[in-house]
């Protein structure tokens, strides 16, 4: 089955700075990468996610890149703000073969005012 | 448009007694997940129906969790008997599975289960 690998587990940035997540996968046939944040007690947010047929999308401050050949796939949030503190989780789907989601470790991300 | 719901929110119980999560999906998605979630750790799948039907449970402890979902739409998961160990969140999950795209998941508030 698919593994996806997250680093770093923590991240502190300064207000204003950037941010970078990164993920590995190991299934080729993965096709659906998406990105949620979870606030503390609250559900899985989606806020971005991007297929096999782009490199890279973009959201406002929020962007993710793909690499299929080297099976990694990254979260940017430039400009942070204190809200987006908040624990970030990476997924990898195949939307052809069956809908299952492997999810990675998450990320505990700090925003520092 | 209302998303997906669950019940109850929170739940305490004493270990060896039986518990029950229900989940209402979005409207129109035909897959459901179920997952458990422990603190500081990522979602990890117990169970994914396509309609009524099971297609994934290799994750889910058959000797004390069974799951349904008779009608292909709201679920049922099921914890008999609790053990302590089984504290966790449960979260619900549902998605349109077409094989062509367009597979966003959305997730539930989830049942946070605590097991004395």
């Known amino acids: 089955g698919e593994n996806v690998e997250q680093h770093p587990s923590t991240l502190s940035v300064q207000e204003g700075d950037s941010a970078v997540i990164k993920c590995t996968y190991s299934?080729?046939?993965?096709?659906?990468f998406p990105w949620y944040k979870q606030e503390l007690g609250k559900r899985p947010q989606l806020i971005i996610d991007?297929?096999?047929?782009?490199g890279e999308k973009k959201d406002q401050r929020i962007a993710v890149t793909l690499n299929k050949t080297a099976k990694h796939f990254s979260l940017h949030i430039t400009e942070t703000q204190p809200e987006d503190s908040a624990v970030y989780f990476c997924a990898a789907s195949n939307e052809v073969g069956g809908n299952q989601f492997y999810f990675g470790t998450g990320t505990s991300l700090t925003v520092i005012p | 448009e209302a998303g997906v719901v669950q019940s109850p929110r929170y739940k305490i119980i004493e270990k060896k007694q039986p518990v029950a999560f229900w989940c209402n999906p979005i409207s129109g998605h035909n897959t459901l997940y179920w997952y458990l979630q422990n603190l500081g750790q990522g979602p990890e799948l117990l169970i994914r129906y396509e309609n009524e039907e099971a297609v994934d449970d290799s994750q889910l402890p058959k000797d004390r969790f069974s799951a349904e979902r008779l009608k292909g739409v709201d679920s049922t998961l099921k914890i008999q008997p609790a053990e302590l160990g089984d504290s966790a969140v449960y979260l619900c999950?549902?998605?349109?599975?077409?094989?062509?795209?367009?597979?966003?998941?959305?997730f539930g508030p989830g049942t946070r289960l605590t097991v004395l």
């Open positions: 999950a549902s998605s349109f599975t077409s094989g062509r795209g367009g597979n966003e998941q959305f």
């Open positions: 991007i297929r096999s047929n782009v």
């Open positions: 299934d080729s046939a993965s096709n659906y």
